[in-house]
C-alpha cells in the first residue's frame, strides 16, 4: 500500500501521480476517510478521558457519565467504520509511477521503446509453433477445457532445457533457487497487490480459502512476510520454478491460437529485497540479466518502458522485453521486470532494521524464462534449437 504519511504531507502531488494510474477516485476518497478518521481519534480520547473518576460519583456525575458512555459508543462505531473504510481505500489506491514512466504508448507498443536488438529473420514463409513442435491442443482441450494444451516430445524437451538453462544462469547472478508452493492464502493475494485488481484473473479453491497463483512473484514475496530482516543481510535475490495458472479472461483472437496465452504455463522467476536506495539499480540489473538471457539465445527483441495505466497496481514501473515473432509478424512479450518499490512490503508487513530503527523494504521482480520462450525459439530458428541449449538436453532441432 501507499506511504499514508507521505500523502498526507503531499496530497496534491501524491494525486497526481496516482491519477497518472487511474487512482485519483480512490486516493480523494482516501482522504476524505482519513481526515474523518484523524478527527475522530481525540474525540474519542477525550471521552474515554472523561469516563475516568477519582473516588465515588456524585449523582449529577452519574448523569453525566451516562452520556459520556452514550457518546462514547456513538463514535467509537463511527472511528471503526471509518478505520474500516480507510483499510479498504488503502487496498485501491496504487503505487505511483516513477517520473520516468511514459504517460502514452508509441506505436504498436504499450509505453516507449527503449531499443531493438537482433535483426528479425527473413523468412518467406515462416512456420508458427503448432506446425514446428508437438502441442497437443485439441486432446488437451478434451480433458481440460479450452486453452489448455500437451507439451510433447522434442517441443517439451526444449521446454525443458529452458528451465535448466535459466535456473544455471540466473543462480551464476547471485539467486538462490527455490521451488515455491502454487497455493496461497487471500493474504499473500492482496499483499503482493493482485488483489482486488486482478482477482477476477486468478483461479480460487473456495472451499480451502486458497487461491492457485499466477507467477511465483507471490510466494516469493510471500517468503519473508511479516519478518524484519537486518540490514546487512539484504540484497536478497531469489529465483523460482513453478507452474502458473491465470484465466486470461481479456484474450481473444490470435493470442488464444495454440499455446501462446493459455491457462497454465511454466516460468522461472527472479525476486529481490533490497534497500529502498539501492532498488532503482537493481530493476536495471533485472532487466540487463534477462536482456543477456535473451541475447545468449541470439532472440530479436525489443525493451519497452511500459506506460502507466498499463501498470499493475502494485508495479512503480516496468519494463517489458518483447521477442519479435516471424507468424504474427510483431515483437510480443517475453519478460518484465518491476519496481514495486515498498507497496508489496508495506501490505505484507516486510521491514529491515538500520541503524535509524525499522523501515519497509523495496521488492522487485522479473521473468527469466517462460514457455513462450520455447515459441519464440521455434519461430525464430524455425526448428533450429541454440546450441546452448543442447548442452541442458534440448535437441538440436525440434519434430511435430
Known sequence: MIDLRAARADPEGFRVAVERKGG????????????????????VDELRGRQKLKGKPTPEQVEELKQVKAD????????????????ELLRLV???????????????????????????????????HLELGRYEMERGARLSGSRFGYIVGDAARL????????????SAQGFEPVI?????????????????????????????????????????AGLHMSEILDADELPLRYTAFSTNFRREAGAAGRDT???????????????AYVLPEESWDEHERLLEIEES????????????????????????????????????????????????TDYQARRLGIRYRGDG????????????????????????????????????????????
Open 159 to 170: 521446454s525443458l532445457a529452458l528451465y535448466f538453462w535459466a535456473l544455471d544462469r540466473v
Open 94 to 128: 496504487p503505487n505511483p509511477p516513477h517520473e520516468s514512466v511514459p504517460d502514452e504508448a508509441t506505436g504498436d507498443a504499450e509505453g516507449d521503446v527503449v531499443r531493438e536488438v537482433g535483426e528479425r529473420p527473413q523468412l518467406a514463409d515462416p512456420k508458427e
Open 24 to 43: 485519483g477516485e480512490p486516493f480523494d476518497r482516501l482522504m476524505a476517510v482519513d481526515a474523518h478518521w484523524r478527527e475522530l481519534i481525540p474525540q
Open 257 to 271: 491460437r495454440g499455446m501462446f496465452r493459455v491457462h497454465q504455463f511454466n516460468k522461472v522467476e527472479m525476486f
Open 72 to 87: 462514547l459508543q456513538r463514535l467509537e462505531a463511527e472511528l471503526a467504520e471509518a478505520e474500516s473504510e480507510r483499510e
Open 357 to 400: 530503527g525499522t523501515e519497509y523494504i523495496h521488492t522487485l521482480n522479473g521473468t527469466a524464462v517462460t514457455d513462450r520462450w520455447a515459441l519464440a525459439i521455434l519461430e525464430n530458428f524455425q526448428g533450429e534449437v541454440p546450441e546452448v541449449l543442447r548442452e541442458f538436453g534440448a535437441p538440436e532441432r525440434v519434430r511435430a
Open 293 to 340: 538471457l535473451a541475447r545468449e539465445l541470439g532472440l530479436p527483441y525489443r525493451v519497452v518502458n511500459i506506460e502507466a495505466r498499463e501498470l499493475s497496481a502494485a508495479a512503480a514501473k516496468r519494463y517489458d522485453i518483447e521477442a519479435w515473432f516471424p507468424s504474427q509478424e510483431r515483437y510480443r512479450e517475453i519478460t518484465s521486470a518491476s519496481n514495486t
Open 180 to 220: 515455491p508452493p502454487v497455493l496461497v492464502r487471500e493474504e499473500a493475494m492482496y499483499g503482493t497487490g493482485f488483489f482486488p485488481a486482478e482477482r477476477f484473473e486468478i483461479y480460487e479453491i473456495a472451499d480451502e480459502g486458497l487461491y492457485l497463483t499466477g507467477t511465483s512473484e507471490v510466494a516469493l
